[in-house]
Every structure is written in C-alpha cells, then in structure tokens.
C-alpha cells in the first residue's frame, strides 16, 4: 500500500516526498463535519487553553494503534491519515542524522535503544519523539489537554501539555505555522490534531509550558518560534476521495474463500460491503461499537465520505442479527472476552399484556381525579387512551408533538408520587418507534432525567427511570450515548441505595450494556467501577446482580492497565472486598466471573 501511495504522489506533485509545511483546513460546511469531529476531546478541548480558539478550531477523530501522534501529524498537516508513514520515515531520518543531539536527552544507552525502536515502530511514540518531529517538521507542535489534567499532571517534557520547538535551528529558519493537538491520559496519551476551519482568521494559538527549554539556542526565546505565516493548503489532489479510493483500490487483495472461511471462525459477523468498485468485508463481534467500526473502516480504506453509508448498512445489519436468540452468547466465541459467556441472555421488555396496559391507564386516571392542580383535560385523557391502545401494537406511528408534550406535562407538574404508572408507559417508548425518531427526543429525555434526579428521590421512579435507559440502550446507543451524565447520575444514585435487590439488578444491566458495547474502552471508567463495586458490596443475596457486576468490571478493566492500578490502589479496600464476597460463592458462574478477574489482575486475591 505505501508503495502505491507513493506512486500516485509521484504522478500528483512529480517527486515521491511531500512538502511538511501545509496546515489543513476542515470545511465546516461539509455533511460529514459533525461526524469528523471528536467529541470526547471536542469537551476537553472547552476545558483548556485552547478554549479560547475553539469558535474557529476542532478536534478530528483519529484511528490507529498506539497514541496515534503520526496519524494526527498526518491528519494536522494533509487531512487525511493515510501520509502518517511519510512521517515516521522523517522521524527515524531525524534520529539518525543527529543521534548526538538525542543522546544527551537520554544518556542510558537501553532507554536510547527504546526510543529509537519505538520510533521504527511508530508506536507508543512519546515527548521525545515530539521534540525530534518538530525538528524534522521545522515547526512548533503544541500540545493542550483538559485543564484539570493540567493541574493533575503539569506542563512540559515531564508533564502532559507541552510546547515544542525546532530548537535545532534558529527561529528565522523556519517560517510556517505551528501545529496543535490535544491529549487525555484516560486514554493514555492518544492525540487528536486541532485543526482550524476553512475561511476562519490565522489562529494565534494560546501558549503554555515550553518542553526541553535547555536545548533552545542561547539568547532565543522560545516564544521566537511562534511564528503565523500565511496558511500554505496541501493540495486538492492529495485529499481529493477519488484519488484516494483509487489508491485504496490498487492496493487491495482479493479475499479468497479460505480466507473468508478464517474470518468466519475468527469474528461473530463478517459483512461484505460494496462501495462503489470497492469490496470490503467488515468484521463485527457482537458488542462492538457500531460507529467506531463504521469510522475505523472508512478511515482505514481511505474513503472518509462514505462513513454514513457504511454505518447505516452496518446497523442495518446488527438489527438483523438480533433477532438470534443466541445473539448475546455469541461473545463468548472470543477468548479475550470469556468473561462475556456469564451474561444471562435477556431480552427489553417489548409489550405488556392488554390486562396490564389496562391497569396502568386504570392508575393514571384514578391519579388524574385526586389532583386539584394540573389535571388531565378530557381531550388529555382521551389522547392518553389512543396512545395506550396504540402501544398494545406492535409499533407507535407518527407520535405525535402533542403527545410528547403530554408526558412532558404529567412528568413536570405531578408529584413525584403519582408518576410511576406514567414512565412505566414512557419506558416501553424506545421499543416502538425508530433509532431517529428516539434521537429527537433529547430535550424530553433531558427534562425527564432532570426531575428523576430532583431530590427528594423517588426509588420507583429511579428503577423504571434505569428501565428506560435500559430500553434506550436496545434501541439506540448513540441516544443512550447523547445523555449518558445524566445516566451516569442516575446510576450513581441507585448505587448508594442500601438493600435494593431490583434497583441493583438494572444499574448492574445498564453498566454491563455500556461497557460491552464499547469494549471496556469509555470515557470516565473509573467513575463507572466506582458504581460497579458499590452495588456489589450491598446487594443481597442472589445470582444476578452478582454476575452482571461482576461481568460489567471485567469488561472495564479489560486490557486496560491504568484502570487496574487505579482499582488496585485507590479502590482496592472495595474490590477485595467484593473479591472476597463472591470468589467461594454457591452459583458456579460467579465463582468463575471472580477468577477470571483475578487473571486480569492477580493483586486482588491478596
């Protein structure tokens, strides 16, 4: 593949190289803009120095091993990932021609050896490998993250944000502009480029702490690299999704039937997608993420504009998968993920029996008469019956705003005593109607998760609150994913309520849900363990809480090292205790969920 990159390089620009010195610009106006924006670090760039760019500069998402600081390079500088290589062979060129230099930043000749092989590797690259890329760049690199992981882990080459500089050379040797990124040790120092708006102002961006100061040439302050030189745009050729498709096309290997064979045995699904003249396979594990699957196969074979076709094929395809019975047991196919073989399959709850639809109307009418306040019209009442009689179907057609804003009344201005028969009707919602039409409703979910968690606390209004959620993780995990702080606060809540044997039983589903569909990797972990271990110290006796639980923890230390330490040291009066409460447990799963976390991290058996 690099090879014919190469070539279609040579044929665009005459030489096999490209020039380091172009800035990418994203289009705001572009129908894939929202989709290449990183929203996760989108929230921390808001949080950081950088914030105060952030009208004209975005977070792009980006895919890859390791802390992906070639491909963000790449992306920073061309707008697309596929030059990272380019890059990596300009770091190793750097190292090489001035080994010198980089040995006196680290004299110990093993640790020097690492960082040349993890140059070679392109992997787990880190701030002195930054400094060399600046180098052979000839341009400032910058690098912001969240502020209060500024505070937690500080500024320069031994801290988590940084500003680098070419310090090889003099400042009025280099003379374009600097490149930024950002950084999160949640997901341990993975970067993602910064990059400015097409159309916007030359973006002065706000400094912070300089890295290896010491090497900066005597009398030159660092703040001389800084330099806004007019924004020179890699050429449309080099972006152009045609090109690149045909890049992509010449190098692809026809899949034979063995191989295919392979990847049958290998993944749950394996999917044949047809883009164009391009066939691709897309290898899907149930419990992968739908839209990081999508991007990643998009971004992989170079054809970033056809992700919302590939995504909706893909859920297209999961929607029918579902309907096995076995769906959830597929997990266990993956040794990697054995621990998924404990989830007890169980399916939302899709409908209600007519007698018990009767008897939530019945509840909500009785209700309606004793209020002297804020009750039901006559034409509500009747509009709560058509609605009651739709559900008894098996889908809910055109629902309507009014009806909508019905709720929305009831939830608002009853008390929290008569809401339960209510959003014991709402909760069915999600299950009949479409992944868009739910997606709108985000101003109704964030009304009603907001009254949920108005104090005083219902507990049966928070249990069929995580009923609904649990329904919204069914229908779509992007809605579940749009209000997960409020999920977050609800599970939080639930957790600390003693003794609550079904209350449990739903914060353990709607964490084991979450964890398993993104693959232990989500934002905040630690926060989500703190949950898990909780509700396994004080739920009762039985089989289900325990194993959703303890499902729901290995998922999220799976391969997931600073996690572990953090439930080993901060959490780890919690976790042994919760090791110790279930490792000689009577149900055989429990007792295999307990040992398999303890393969994941032997120092909780001490």
């Known amino acids: 593949m690099q090879q014919i990159i190469r ?14 010195q172009f800035t990418y610009l994203v289009d705001p106006l572009d129908d894939n803009f929202n989709h290449r924006v990183d929203s996760v670090f989108r ?213 034979t039937e063995t191989e295919l064979e392979d990847l049958q045995k290998k993944y749950d699904f394996v999917f044949q997608v047809d883009i164009g003249n391009i066939s691709r396979y897309i290898c899907y594990n149930v419990g992968d993420n739908p839209d990081a699957l999508a991007s990643k196969f998009v971004e992989t074979i170079g054809i970033p504009n056809s992700y919302k076709q590939v995504k909706d094929f893909l859920l297209e395809q999961i929607e029918l998968v579902k309907k096995d019975p076995q769906y959830f047991h597929l997990l266990r196919k993956n040794d990697d993920k054995s621990l998924y073989k404990h989830i007890p399959y169980s399916k939302p709850l899709v409908t209600f029996t007519d007698a018990r639809f009767e008897k939530i109307l019945e509840k909500i009418f009785s209700f309606n008469e ?30 309507e705003l009014f009806e909508i804003e019905l709720f929305e009344k009831i939830i608002n201005t009853w008390p929290k005593d008569k809401l339960f028969p209510v959003l014991d009707l709402i909760k069915i919602i999600p299950l009949r109607i479409t992944r868009d039409e739910l997606y709108t409703l985000e101003d109704f979910l964030n009304n009603l998760f907001t009254r ?41 809540h639930a957790s600390r309520i003693n003794n609550k044997k079904y209350i449990h039983n739903v914060v353990a589903s709607v964490i084991l849900n979450y964890s398993v569909y993104c693959l232990g990797f989500l934002q905040g972990k630690d926060a989500w363990t703190k949950i898990i271990l909780r509700i396994l110290r004080n739920s009762s006796d039985g089989d289900e809480v325990p194993i959703k639980g303890l499902v729901a923890l290995g998922s999220l230390l ?11 040291n901060e959490l780890s009066e919690d976790s042994k205790f919760v090791i110790r409460k279930y490792i000689n447990h009577e149900n055989e799963n429990v007792r295999e969920c307990c040992a398999e976390i303890i393969d994941l991290e032997p120092e909780l058996c001490k």
């Open 7 to 20: 070539e279609k390089i040579e044929q665009m620009t005459g030489t096999n190289t490209l020039s380091t």
């Open 43 to 255: 929230g921390d760039m808001l949080r950081s120095k950088a914030s105060d760019v952030s009208d004209n500069v975005y977070p792009l998402k980006i895919y890859g091993e390791g802390n992906r600081l070639l491909q963000s390079l790449s992306m920073a500088i061309y707008g697309v990932q596929l030059y990272d290589f380019l890059l990596q062979e300009l770091l190793l060129e750097e190292i090489s021609q001035n080994r010198d230099y980089y040995c006196l930043l680290e004299p110990d000749e093993s640790k020097f050896q690492q960082f040349i092989d993890k140059a070679e590797q392109g992997l787990k690259l880190s701030f002195m490998h930054m400094l060399a890329l600046s180098n052979a760049l000839k341009r400032p690199i910058i690098v912001y993250c969240a502020n209060e992981y500024y505070e937690m882990f500080g500024g320069g080459e031994s801290g988590i944000s940084a500003l680098f500089v070419p310090s090889r050379f003099l400042p009025d040797q280099i003379e374009t502009t600097p490149i930024a990124l950002i950084t999160s040790p949640e997901m341990p120092l993975t970067y993602a480029p910064l990059v400015p708006i097409d159309s916007s102002d030359v973006v002065c961006w706000p400094t912070v702490d300089g890295a290896y100061i010491d090497k900066i040439p005597e009398g030159v302050d660092i703040q001389d690299y800084m330099k806004y030189s007019n924004i020179v745009e890699p050429n449309h050729a080099l972006l152009d999704p045609a090109v690149l498709e045909e890049i992509v096309k010449s190098g692809l290997v026809n899949t």
């Open 370 to 399: 004793e209020l002297t306040d804020n009750k039901l019209s006559p034409e509500e009442t009747n509009s709560i019956r058509a609605i009651v009689d739709i559900c008894k179907g098996d889908t809910i057609e055109n629902l």
């Open 452 to 492: 949920l968690l108005e104090n005083p606390i219902n507990e049966v209004n928070l249990w069929l609150g995580l009923k609904l959620v649990c329904n919204i993780q069914y229908a779509s995990m992007d809605t579940f994913s749009a209000h997960k702080t409020n999920i977050f606060l609800l599970c939080n």
């Open 558 to 568: 799976y391969k997931d090292t600073f996690l572990r330490g953090i439930v080993v």
